[in-house]
C-alpha cells in the first residue's frame, strides 16, 4: 500500500502523458500516485480519467515554482481544488511571467552566438498546453550539438550559475502557501535538501507548510533522517516521491516512479488536512 507523490507529466517537464504515469504506477502496483506539475494541474484531470479507468486513485498535485533571495523553492500542494477559478487564473499569471523567462534566456543564448529560437523549443512540445521550462531548451541544445547531456545543459547555460539563466519574476514561498491553502490544497516544501538553508525550512514551516517532501532522489540518508525528524519535531507529514521526469534523451530524470514512495497513510492524512482546510 504506496503511493509515489511526485511526478510531472507533458503538461509541463515531463515526457509522459499524465495518462502513462498512470499505466506505469499501476504495473508496479501502487494504490495511489501524485501528478505534480510546474504551475498546472491540466494533467491531473487525464490522470483522473485513466485512473478511474484502470484502478489507481491520483492525488491532485501541483509544484509552485517560487523564489526566495535568488533561491528557487518548489511548493508542492496536495488536494488542491484543481478546477478553482480564482487558483487557475494564478497559475495563468505564472505561465505568462514563465513564458517571459524562457524568451529571455534564448535572447541570452542568442547573443552567445548559439543558433536557436522559440519556435526550436515549442517543436519539443507534445501537446499545445505544456508549460514549457528548460529542460524543453535543453534538448534543442543536445540537438544542436551544442551539450551532450541534460546535466551539462544545465551547469553550462541553463542552471542558477549557468550563462544564459535568467532569474523569473516569481512569487515567494509564503504566496505560493498562500495560493496553495486558498485552493483548499496541503502545501508542503519539495526537496528541501537541494536548497541548503534549513533556517528557511522552519520559517515556512511555521508559516504554515503542512509536509516536509522527506523522500527525495536528492536526499541523501542523512538529508531523510534530518528532515524526518524535523517533520516529527513540527508536526507536521513527511512525503515522499520519486520526482519522476520520464526518459529524456535515454535519461531518466530525477528517478523511476515508484522510488521514494511513502505509504498510503500519508495519502489519507493529505486528504483529511484538505478536508479541514
Ligand atoms: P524551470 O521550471 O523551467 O525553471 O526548470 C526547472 C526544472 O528543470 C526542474 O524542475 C527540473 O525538472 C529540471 N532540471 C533541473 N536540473 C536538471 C538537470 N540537471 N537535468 C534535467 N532536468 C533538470
Ligand atoms: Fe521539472
Ligand atoms: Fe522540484
Ligand atoms: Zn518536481
Redesign the pocket.
Known amino acids: 500500500m504506496k503511493a509515489d507523490l511526485h511526478t510531472?507529466s507533458n503538461f509541463s517537464?515531463g515526457v509522459n502523458d499524465p495518462s502513462e504515469n498512470v499505466r506505469i504506477a499501476k504495473e508496479i502496483g501502487l494504490k495511489a500516485l501524485g501528478i505534480t506539475d510546474?504551475d498546472s494541474v491540466l494533467g491531473v484531470v487525464e490522470a483522473i480519467e485513466t485512473g478511474e479507468k484502470i484502478g489507481m486513485e491520483i492525488v491532485p498535485g501541483i509544484e509552485l515554482?517560487t523564489l526566495h533571495s535568488g533561491q528557487?523553492i518548489?511548493i508542492l500542494g496536495y488536494f488542491i481544488n484543481y478546477k478553482d477559478k480564482i487558483f487557475l487564473d494564478k497559475l495563468n499569471e505564472l505561465q505568462k511571467k514563465?513564458k517571459i523567462r524562457?524568451e529571455m534566456m534564448i535572447a541570452k543564448l542568442n547573443e552567445l552566438g548559439i543558433d536557436i529560437s522559440m519556435s526550436d523549443v515549442v517543436a519539443k512540445i507534445r501537446r499545445s498546453e505544456t508549460n514549457i521550462?528548460?529542460?524543453h531548451i535543453?534538448e534543442v541544445l543536445i540537438d544542436k550539438g551544442v551539450v551532450k547531456t541534460?546535466?551539462q545543459?544545465?551547469k553550462i547555460y541553463l542552471?542558477r550559475h549557468g550563462k544564459a539563466y535568467v532569474n523569473?519574476i516569481r512569487i515567494t514561498p509564503e504566496q505560493g502557501i498562500d495560493i496553495i491553502k486558498d485552493a483548499g490544497g496541503v502545501p508542503v516544501i519539495a526537496h528541501p535538501g537541494i536548497y541548503g538553508n534549513d533556517k528557511l525550512v522552519v520559517s515556512l514551516v511555521e508559516y504554515g507548510l503542512e509536509g516536509i517532501e522527506v523522500y527525495h532522489p536528492d536526499h541523501n540518508k542523512n538529508d531523510k533522517c534530518k528532515y524526518q525528524k524535523l517533520a516529527n519535531t513540527y508536526k507536521v507529514l513527511a512525503t515522499g516521491g520519486s520526482d519522476f521526469?520520464g526518459v529524456r534523451k535515454g535519461e531518466t530524470?530525477h528517478s523511476p516512479i515508484g522510488s521514494n514512495s511513502v505509504s498510503y497513510d500519508v495519502v489519507q492524512k493529505l486528504k483529511e488536512l484538505s478536508l479541514n482546510s
Open positions: 510531472h517537464d510546474h515554482s528557487e518548489h514563465r524562457n521550462g528548460r529542460p535543453g541534460m546535466n545543459a544545465f542552471g523569473a521526469h530524470f
